[in-house]
């Protein structure tokens, strides 16, 4: 262990043992390192006949692709739904971040969407998810704000795909306006926010409220820059505007930030699961 990477370390143990809040924020390299990833074997393993059929290469491109029909959009998504929501546990990772602050004043926001954090022991309404969960469906158009809890739906999908296609019976239409329907993800203007979404948003104010110009460390877990606009930046802005703020940035890819904040931040770029692991003893 260098010295450089003992004293990061020991910064962010005492930041965090010296803390009166504990800002989490979840991305994506931090569901990929925790094993859930969306290349390579896990990837292959899991949809040889999409890749065969479709050239697909990877979870995330794919899931951007131009399905002709219905029945091939949910034989997909049913797959995709089911491998990385229903078909694993909660991970250590994850595990471990919760042993890390759970008697800490903290909360979670996260643009992950498959409910680890919640497996993990986080409570409900200590989280927001705030990008959408793969829990749910919606009208494709948004023209309601109900979310339909799909589980039992995606793994009679899957039961019954044939050819990367479900039957025709199974695919589901809008109870109010009989048009598709959609995963409850946001990636377009039709994103359902529902009643629980609005109250994570007000649970999430309320705590940045009561945490403004406290003794906070806001730990940034895996974040890029797809949407920086929704962790990044503004821990980014909080830790500069607080005197008493730390910022914890664990990202192999992305550990430069502002430079205003450069003395009170600590980066790290290795193993994220040797990080929390150190954090913890």
């Known amino acids: ?36 990833t969306y290349s390579g074997k896990r990837f292959t393993d899991n949809f040889g006949p999409f890749i065969e059929k479709y050239g697909f290469t990877d979870l995330y491109t794919s899931s951007f692709y131009p399905f002709k029909t219905e029945e091939e959009k949910w034989a997909y998504w049913a797959k995709h739904i089911s491998l990385n929501r229903y078909e694993i546990d909660a991970t250590k990772l994850y595990m471990d971040l919760f042993q890390l602050v759970k008697d800490k004043n903290y909360f979670v926001i996260s643009t992950n969407v498959e409910s680890q ?8 309404d200590k989280v927001f998810e705030i990008q959408g969960d793969y829990n749910f469906l919606q009208c494709e ?21 044939v050819d990367c296609k479900i039957p025709s019976n199974l695919v589901q239409k ?3 306006c009989g048009g598709n329907m959609d995963v409850n993800l946001r990636k377009n203007q039709y994103f359902v926010q529902d009643e629980k979404w609005y109250e994570s948003d007000k649970l999430y104010k309320n705590f940045l409220q009561e945490s403004k110009g406290k003794k906070i460390v806001y730990m940034e877990l895996g974040v890029g820059f ?3 606009g929704i962790i990044r ?14 910022l914890v940035r664990l990202n192999k890819e992305h550990p430069e930030g502002f430079e205003e904040n450069e003395e009170k931040t600590v980066a790290f770029t290795e193993d994220m699961q040797d990080v929390v692991t150190f954090l913890m003893q």
Request: proline content about 6%.
């Open 1 to 36: 262990m260098s010295v450089s990477y003992q004293t990061r370390i020991e910064g962010a143990k005492k930041a965090l043992e010296d803390a009166e809040y504990v800002l989490l924020g979840g991305g994506a390299g931090l569901s990929a390192a925790a094993g859930i």
């Open 117 to 124: 954090f919640t497996k993990a022991g986080f409570p409900p």
């Open 141 to 161: 158009t948004g023209c309601h704000d109900k979310l339909y809890y799909n589980e039992s739906l995606v793994k009679e999908m899957i039961d019954k795909t």
């Open 174 to 176: 809008c109870p109010v």
């Open 226 to 228: 797809n949407t920086p």
């Open 233 to 246: 930046y503004p821990f980014e802005q909080m830790t500069y505007h607080n005197d008493h703020a730390t």
